[in-house]
């Protein structure tokens, strides 16, 4: 589809990821770093007190004067020294000397990259979360529901909806863990100077680092420099990428379920389903979510070449990849949410397409009885034999059984044999494991 939007997003969700990482945000975190490090060198004799506290007192958006920073930009084209120029014109002439002492670019860059993660990351859990639990809601909504179950696109055997809902849900926990896992692991940036040796601060360094991280509420920092390795922000693209593909995966299932064919879900959106066609009702939500998660999780690739990087440090990376990832994954699960709040689900017609292989479904069933009177194998060469007969005569393998003196006598002993609801197994159990799995987690 051709783009008609000029914005940066397209749903709330997305906007307010993208305001994480707007140039303002990140700023503004800037300018919160260039304070808690003041604050820390003055504690300890390194600064002015004074320098400190004009630092601190002016480290604000409403300080900051937009229009010379992006004169400086234009002048200077490095980024966080036209912030600093700018910054530096509404600081008194003595504090000037002290803004930015002994740190780096990289420092300021990664640790801000750090805190912005670490937002938009809870915030997509968060998401990612309530999708749960409108799956672990349809799961023990539909536990009895029978179905066909379909493997490499033909009829395999009869199961619950909820049983298929309960796949999704667990595929979806392992991506809520993944993204918690990060989160939790990479609490901490980084202020270590140039090349990581805390040179410019001496002893006193990797105090002045710990402060600063502390008081930008992340924690303790890890004992050695990784300006220059970038595996860590790959794994986070890692962990969003799986996301984005299981709900894709969702999102397609849903798409093939509701078709005319099958039509045993339908995706309720009300929206116009063709230019010409009145009879049109498309999956919009399930094409957008399909769609996006192949965009987001294309935006992997990017984050693992970052890794390779020119001895010890270069600057072969750009924030915006991560940005863009948050913000379409954002948006991705917004549009998952919505689907799920329209998606119908119709019994009846799943009940019919169970019957559409004329009892097909149950030879497993019928081989297993079978096989308790001449064993499992030949069992299933006499099954393989009376559904080809059923095939080739166009009849239901209940009449062709009935046919057979092999088969009849079994049909006479276990009546209720070829009745679906009696052949899907733990299905409706393993739905109720998935939901109490849910359950206990949160």
Not at 336 to 344: C, E, K, N
């Amino acid at each position: 589809m051709i783009c008609l939007s000029d914005e940066a997003s397209t749903t709330p969700a997305g906007q307010v990821l993208r305001e994480i990482f707007s140039a303002r945000s990140s700023i503004a975190r800037i300018m919160a770093f260039e304070a808690a490090l003041a604050r820390a060198q003055a504690r300890r004799g390194l600064i002015p007190q004074a320098a400190a506290d004009d630092i601190a007192e002016k480290a604000h958006l409403a300080f900051f004067p937009q229009d010379e920073w992006e004169r400086q930009r234009a002048r200077l084209g490095h980024p966080l020294v036209a912030i600093l120029e700018a910054w530096m014109t509404g600081l008194a002439p003595e504090s000037r000397e002290w803004l930015h002492y002994g740190a780096t670019t990289a420092d300021l860059f990664n640790t801000v990259l750090i805190l912005q993660l670490q937002e938009a990351g809870h915030r997509l859990v968060d998401q990612l979360l309530d999708i749960e639990k409108c799956l672990a809601k349809l799961a023990a909504e539909y536990r009895d529901t029978p179905m066909v179950a379909r493997t490499l696109g033909r009829h395999a055997l009869p199961f619950t909806f909820g049983m298929k809902v309960a796949t999704w849900l667990a595929e979806h926990g392992r991506s809520i863990e993944r993204l918690q896992v990060w989160l939790q692991k990479y609490r901490s940036g980084i202020l270590s100077g140039a090349v990581g040796t805390y040179a410019a601060f001496g002893d006193q360094g990797p105090a002045i680092e710990r402060e600063v991280m502390a008081e930008l509420g992340l924690a303790p920092p890890e004992p050695v420099d990784w300006k220059g390795s970038r595996d860590r922000f790959a794994e986070f693209g890692c962990a969003v990428a799986l996301a984005a593909r299981t709900c894709g995966h969702i999102a397609q299932e849903i798409f093939l379920l509701s078709g005319d064919d099958l039509d045993e879900v339908r995706e309720a959106n009300g929206a116009v389903g063709s230019s010409t066609m009145p009879h049109k009702a498309n999956p919009t939500f399930c094409i957008d979510v399909v769609s996006r998660s192949r965009e987001v999780s294309a935006r992997l690739q990017p984050l693992l070449e970052w890794i390779l990087v020119v001895y010890d440090r270069d600057s072969s990376q750009h924030g915006d990849a991560l940005r863009d990832m948050c913000v379409g994954m954002g948006d991705l699960l917004a549009n998952l949410r919505s689907l799920l709040a329209v998606l119908v689900v119709l019994p009846e017609n799943m009940q019919a397409n169970l019957h559409r292989t004329k009892g097909m479904i149950l030879s497993e069933a019928m081989a297993f009885a079978l096989a308790r009177r001449v064993g499992k194998h030949t069992a299933h060469v006499q099954m393989q034999r009376l559904t080809r007969a059923a095939r080739e005569r166009g009849c239901s393998l209940e009449e062709a059984a009935l046919s057979d003196d092999s088969f009849r006598s079994l049909l006479t002993e276990v009546p209720d044999l070829l009745e679906v609801a009696q052949y899907t197994g733990q299905a409706p159990q393993i739905a109720d494991a998935a939901v109490e799995w849910v359950r206990q987690r949160r």
